[in-house]
């Protein structure tokens, strides 16, 4: 009966988040309480969520604390000269710009929050692909599958759901995993590289200069058309307008980049080198695992506030325009400990563990690892990462638990499809990528899926080649 009410509980909590009939946090309160007093155990469902709540502090703390550290950063000013300089270097070859977009959506994914990754990617480099008439399939399909890695971090979602569900640090997930990550990362850029070629050749190289001059004669003759030749000769001044046609091409870019505005109050130039020492002394301590994370972030944040915003208004607004990102992610860590609380406390986890045990060959059973990480590219596609790590991943630890295979490789070993995961018709950040991109879903995902199958492999592969899963 715990097994059917087990699986029961899982797949209305999936069915409901899936078809928005709730909301995460909603969902991971509710369906397990009510289920909890279905399976006769209502009066210690407070037991429960304590415990859950008090295992699950630290990783709460980490996700706010790193919301608001990087958020504080992109205030500042920390990634403008970066999104610069890439722009810089792509000019107008399709190779370098195709590479420029993995690169950039990597950096900006550092802030763990896939809607502004894409609004800062493609709001730097829309305006090239259409300058140029490149695909902008390829933009967004790179973007995700860069992104899709990058999310990876212990403060992007996936590691802490992972962390959480099977209460384990989420460093001692994430730090190992750190080989086969930059494996995947390579292979992005590999692919990126790859993509960009095929576009050079369709379309060619051209300059700046060379491209401006081409989009200012077609607009002049869209004025020779509509108007008459006597409105062409201005339109033809300007497509022929000589040496300085270069700058007006990039200072248009920087005009266009809206996200950044590089005229915007919060910046701080004056402090460049300081947040930029800050941000790599923070990424060093958390690496080499000095301190835990959740305390890193938190010094992180409240040193970057002060020194930047060293007036309590201005501290207070910064809290405040980064409040509905660390109100969404730390409460649904919160709510999580109500459906692992009562997933564990009344011993319904065991029950599917061992109907799984029994159902999976033998002959499996000590790769447990292995299956999990093939499983988290369908899974986490067809699914919330929610439904996924809270639902699903402890079944499978439980399962592999039984063949000596450890929490720790089978939350690693979770992590793989995370770049597949990020084009999912269930990740919302997705419909901010192709809708800023004007791009179809459908030919997103048609485009970027088997790319993105086969950079979790990659990470998979090299997972399995360094000893980590």
């Known amino acids: 009966m715990l097994t059917i009410l087990g699986f029961a509980m899982i797949a209305t909590f999936l069915v409901l988040i899936m078809m928005k009939k709730m909301s995460p946090i909603a969902a991971l309160v509710l369906i397990p309480a009510l289920f909890c007093v279905f399976v006769g155990k209502g009066a210690k469902l407070g037991d429960y969520v304590i415990e859950g709540v008090t295992s699950l502090a630290p990783t709460a703390a980490m996700l706010m604390f790193a919301i608001v550290y990087f958020g504080v950063m992109i205030d500042v000013g920390l990634f403008d000269p970066i999104v610069r300089g890439i722009l810089k270097f792509a000019k107008a070859d399709p190779m370098r710009i195709v590479v420029g977009t993995a690169i950039l959506a990597a950096i900006v994914s550092l802030d763990g929050d896939g809607s502004t990754t894409f609004m800062i990617t493609v709001s730097a480099m829309y305006p090239l692909y259409k300058r140029l008439k490149m695909s902008l399939v390829v933009m967004t399909g790179v973007a995700a599958m860069a992104n899709g890695v990058m999310n990876t971090l212990p403060w992007g979602g996936p590691t802490a759901r992972a962390a959480t569900a099977l209460k ?8 190992p995993m750190i080989p086969a990550l930059l494996v995947g990362l390579l292979g992005v850029f590999v692919l990126s590289y790859f993509l960009g070629l095929r576009e050079r050749k369709r379309l060619g190289v051209l300059t700046l200069d060379e491209v401006l001059v ?17 409105s062409g000769t201005s339109g033809t001044d300007k497509a022929t307008g000589g040496a300085g046609s270069g700058t007006d091409a990039e200072d248009d870019d920087e005009e266009r980049f809206q996200v950044l505005d590089p005229n915007r109050a919060t910046l701080r130039p004056k402090l460049y080198w300081f947040n930029a020492l800050l941000t790599v002394a923070l990424l060093t301590c958390m690496i080499m695992e000095w301190l835990p994370i959740p305390v890193l972030f938190l010094l992180g944040a409240a040193l970057a506030l002060t020194v930047n915003f060293p007036h309590i208004p201005d501290q207070k607004a910064r809290l405040a325009a980064h409040a509905d990102n660390v109100l969404n992610v730390s409460g649904m860590v919160f709510a999580a400990a109500v459906f692992t609380g009562v997933l564990q ?7 599917m563990a061992k109907w799984m045990v029994d159902v999976i060959p033998e002959g499996m059973g000590p790769h447990m690892a292995l299956v999990t990480g093939i499983l988290s590219l369908p899974l986490t596609y067809f699914m919330s990462n929610d439904g996924f790590y809270f639902g699903v991943l402890p079944v499978l630890a439980e399962a592999g638990a039984a063949h000596g295979v450890t929490p720790l490789e089978m939350a690693r070993a979770s992590l793989v499809g995370q770049p597949l995961h990020m084009s999912s018709p269930l990740v919302p950040a997705v419909y901010v990528l192709v809708g800023m991109a004007k791009v179809e879903f ?3 995902t048609k485009f ?3 790319w993105a199958a086969l950079t979790c492999l990659i990470i998979l592969a090299a997972g399995m080649l360094f000893g980590i899963i």
């Open 448 to 450: 970027v899926v088997k």
């Open 345 to 351: 406390g009344t011993g319904m986890v065991d029950h």
């Open 214 to 230: 081409e989009e200012k004669v077609e607009e002049t003759e869209a004025v020779l058309v509509g108007a008459g030749s006597g």
């Open 442 to 444: 459908g030919d997103h």
């Open 168 to 175: 384990l640090d989420a460093s001692d997930i994430f730090v």
